[in-house]
Nanobody
Framework: QVRVVESGGGLVQAGGSLRLSCSTSGFNFGKYAMAWFRQAPGKEREGISCITWRSDKTYYTESVKGRFTISRDNTKDTVYLQLNNLNPEDTAMYYC?????????????????????WGQGTQVTVSS
């Protein structure tokens, strides 16, 4: 049974930091790209960062470049997202996703349709 579980969200003041974790089980984590998405109320789900299976490539959407950092630990089947210098526009539900289809890919993608396994999300709220 595949499990994807996010944690680490919370309420933080503008300028603050959070570290999100995504622990997984039930599939071969080390073979697949992983990604983080977010969805604010009334908005579409947005891909914000992804990382290849061996961490040699990472990608970020423009609005989080220089503030967020994705990483993974294949020995722990876990992916992380460090969020720094948060602002109220970062308020959203944050989701972790696993490709689950393309193994050992040379790159990663940030479209929701490219990911098979999803977590339930963790809420990040940034107050001004």
């Amino acid at each position: 049974q595949v499990r994807v579980v996010e944690s680490g969200g919370g309420l933080v003041q503008a300028g603050g930091s959070l570290r999100l974790s995504c622990s997984t089980s039930g599939f071969n984590f080390g073979k697949y790209a992983m990604a983080w998405f977010r969805q604010a109320p009334g908005k579409e789900r947005e891909g914000i960062s992804c990382i290849t299976w061996r961490s040699d490539k990472t990608y970020y959407t423009e609005s989080v470049k220089g503030r967020f950092t994705i990483s993974r630990d294949n020995t722990k089947d876990t992916v992380y997202l460090q969020l720094n210098n948060l602002n109220p526009e970062d308020t959203a539900m944050y989701y972790c996703a696993a490709d689950g289809v393309r193994t050992y890919g040379p790159s990663c993608r940030m479209a929701p349709s490219d990911y098979k396994y999803w977590g339930q999300g963790t809420q990040v709220t940034v107050s001004s």
